[in-house]
């Protein structure tokens, strides 16, 4: 049966993009694939036939990098998006898995960010005991939905895909106004709290994606209420709003930028981050850490991130590895 469209708050006006400059060490961009032209919000095709590609001008290095030395003590990738193909050597879902935990990454949260992805995502964590499941619509995604008239509908499907048992958070989902222009902030702030009462409503996790946007996605949390476990994929702020966070109870996740030559603000949130709230992440088949930057990122190379954040925390690995793993299963429950 269909799920009743969640009810979509209407924004409060839309506040100024926030003063804090993001720096150099910003994630690349997730490509949306809606097509308002060519696919419905409403359209239902077999979800395991969806497919997208990653942009590739010629320039990259597509070979996958060497698997990294395996941990002793397993943990999860909490952020990932499997369903964009990239590489040299395409790899099945299987393959990833596959690869990933011979390196003792044993399981991976796969992420949506429109209605495709989404359902893939859900299809993903059903079909695959070391898969779980986020869904949503992208702030960037928001926009586009909105134009077409079919951003309720969106919201509708994301909310019918939440009710899965396998479906264990609402993301990525927040604002960007850094590849959304002014005219688009409404229907993100919309589509925004319309998702945190999403997460609220089921009772999951919520994985925030936060590009030069900080104070406007504190501000919305702290307005309408955050989810009990929020979770702020890919972490981009500094030490400072790593304390704020810190206050609220909020999850940070650490992705491959980490380990970028100018990524100073995001060691120093890493440092003042409570131990019981740092995750780890690759946004595969984006940000792969340093020394394979560039190239393709899978769930096999979150060894490197991890074995950087000991070093740098001064911590044992396997005790690192093992408050890891607690910590994505406090906050998206087994797998």
Request: proline letters at 8%; one cysteine or more; a negative charge.
């Amino acid at each position: 049966m269909t799920a009743e469209p969640a009810s979509v708050p209407e924004p409060a006006s839309v506040p100024e993009p926030a003063s804090v400059p993001e720096p150099a060490s910003v994630p690349e961009p997730v490509e949306g694939s809606y097509d308002a032209s060519t696919s419905s919000a409403t359209d239902a095709p077999d979800p395991s036939q969806y497919v997208r590609e990653r942009h590739n001008d010629g320039t990259r290095d597509v070979r996958w990098p060497a698997a990294p030395e395996p941990l002793a003590v397993p943990v999860y990738d909490n952020h990932a998006h499997l369903e964009i193909v990239d590489g040299d050597e395409p790899l099945t879902l299987d393959e990833q898995l596959d690869r990933a935990a011979a390196v003792g990454v044993i399981g991976v949260v796969q992420a949506g960010g429109d209605v495709d992805s989404s359902r893939w995502s859900a299809w993903a964590a059903a079909s695959h005991p070391r898969v779980l499941a986020a869904v949503a619509i992208h702030p960037n995604e928001a926009p586009a939905y909105e134009a077409a008239g079919e951003l309720d509908a969106a919201i509708a499907v994301i909310d019918e895909l939440a009710a899965q048992p396998r479906v264990r958070a609402i993301g990525e989902t927040g604002l960007d106004f850094f590849r959304t222009e002014e005219d688009g902030f409404a229907a993100q702030f919309r589509a925004f709290e319309a998702h945190i009462e999403l997460a609220k409503k089921h009772g999951i996790a919520m994985q925030i994606h936060d590009r030069d946007a900080h104070d406007a996605v504190l501000e919305t949390l702290q307005r309408v209420g955050a989810p009990d476990r929020t979770v702020f994929h890919c972490f981009s702020g500094d030490a400072a709003m790593a304390r704020i966070t810190a206050v609220h109870g909020y999850y940070l996740s650490f992705a491959g930028n980490l380990t970028f030559k100018n990524a100073q603000n995001l060691r120093d949130a890493l440092a003042v981050t409570p131990r019981e709230r740092i995750l780890v992440e690759t946004d595969a088949p984006f940000l792969t850490p340093i020394p394979h930057r560039g190239r393709p990122n899978a769930p096999y190379l979150v060894p490197l991130t991890v074995r950087f954040m000991a070093a740098e925390l001064d911590v044992e690995i396997d005790e690192l590895c093992a408050q890891l793993a607690a910590n994505t299963v406090e906050a998206y429950g087994a797998f």
